[in-house]
């Protein structure tokens, strides 16, 4: 009697109406990951112009009319896809880098990710093709470049951070000079996987460890 009543408070007492707040939401956000999900594999596949709101659709395996109640058109899924890697592959991975000993192996682990195309969310040819609409579409270099300006902030404050870990100082200006050429290098590896997949992280690293003391020292 005294395990029943004690059964019976507790379900008295729990907050029975959490679920259904949160609900809502939670779906919404499952629905939103799987129309992203969705329009970068047919972005990779087809190319940003060739993939219609229908392939997509398609993909995920929804009616047109359903994702229009989620993104009002393809720009704003290219923007959420945008917000959805800054935090992913931009923002979190800066904040990881906290000695010089960390930046080669992140980009190497970049690289190998790209090579093996095991991760639809981390795609070298998504990342040219966001590139190359931007370079057409002012709303999407707009996007891009603000993006671009987050993870090269991240980037400075990374640099700065790694050379307090060894008692010294970098200046902001030095330190985002280094942070510039450190996405150009870390831009042109995501070029490099397209035209030579044969090449593995594994080739790279003697040389990379070099240029990355050198820009680091």
Known sequence: MRTDTRQARR????????P?????H???????VRIL???EKCFIKRG????????IAATARMSPGLIYRYFAGKNQIVRAIVERHLETDGCRAMRRLHTREDFCPSMLEAFERWRRQDDPAVNAALILELTAEAARDPEILE??????RVVSGELTVAIQRAARAEGRRIPAAAARGRAVLLQCLFEGLAFRV????ELSATSLQPLLEKVMAALMG
Not at 11 to 18: G, I, K, L, W, Y
Not at 20 to 24: G, H, K, T
Not at 143 to 148: A, C, G, M, N, T
């Open 37 to 39: 999900d969705a329009a």
């Open 143 to 148: 996007v891009v470049r603000s993006k671009d």
């Open 48 to 55: 940003f112009h060739a993939a219609s709101m229908a392939h």
């Open 20 to 24: 259904a707040v949160s609900q809502p």
């Open 26 to 32: 939670t779906r919404v956000e499952r629905q939103r």
């Open 11 to 18: 379900v008295r007492s729990a907050p029975v109406d959490a």
């Open 194 to 197: 397209v035209r030579s997949p």
